[in-house]
């Protein structure tokens, strides 16, 4: 059993940072990537950014440059700061952690960025 939790989301005033951490707990000793997805209102769940075992990344448009995925496989951690925030960056944000063809999602955090 996989239990992935995040936690670091909030309310933030447009411009400022946040930063997502999440972690898994349970019988798995490496994962072949990780990432972050989010999901606001009425929308369908999107790629934020991913980071594979060996270190490449991938963001969507529309954070790169202000958002920057690590990783840490010996933790079982993955964190996702975020930076120069924006309204449209609100979403509830879900962890994703991949092992082959299992995918392990968190039950998500929220973050709230006001105008």
């Known amino acids: 059993q996989v239990q992935v939790v995040e936690s670091g989301g909030g309310l933030v005033q447009a411009g400022g940072s946040l930063r997502l951490s999440c972690a898994a707990s349970?019988?798995?000793?490496?994962?072949?990537?990780m990432g972050w997805y989010r999901q606001a209102p009425g929308k369908q769940r999107e790629l934020v950014a991913t980071?594979?075992?060996?270190?490449?990344?991938n963001y969507a448009d529309s954070v790169k440059g202000r958002f920057t995925i690590s990783g840490d496989n010996a933790k079982k951690s993955v964190y996702l700061q975020m930076n120069s925030l924006k309204p449209e960056d609100t979403a509830v944000y879900y962890c994703?952690?991949?092992?082959?063809?299992?995918?392990?999602w968190g039950q998500g955090t929220q973050v709230t960025v006001s105008s």
């Open positions: 349970g019988s798995i000793f490496r994962f072949d990537s």
């Open positions: 980071v594979t075992r060996g270190g490449v990344t």
């Open positions: 994703n952690l991949q092992r082959a063809s299992l995918g392990y």
